[in-house]
């Protein structure tokens, strides 16, 4: 598999996956990165998660700014609260 960041960086970093658990269990967040229609994008990905993954909790967070890292608070209670998280992004 190869791994591709849209970060800007001149000597790519070398990545590996993390391990992945046998199924989706407990708590899913969806961060919302701020910027415009990725709220619309994370409801839908939220019906999706329902669908298919009823016995799935669903919490929701949101960035101050995307032009920014999430704040260190945010992340860390994402950690505390969440199983798995999916960060969103639309325009």
Known sequence: MRILD???E?????????ARPEGVMGT?????????????MLKRVEQRLNELLPNVAVK???KLTP????AEE??????????FVIEGLAD
């Open 10 to 18: 001149r000597v790519p970093v070398r990545r590996s996956l993390a």
């Open 74 to 83: 945010l992340r860390q209670q994402m950690l505390r609260e969440c199983d």
């Open 28 to 40: 899913v967040g969806l961060l919302d990165i701020n910027k415009a229609r990725g709220d619309v």
């Open 67 to 70: 032009a920014r890292p999430a």
């Open 6 to 8: 849209p970060t800007d």
């Open 60 to 62: 929701h967070y949101r």
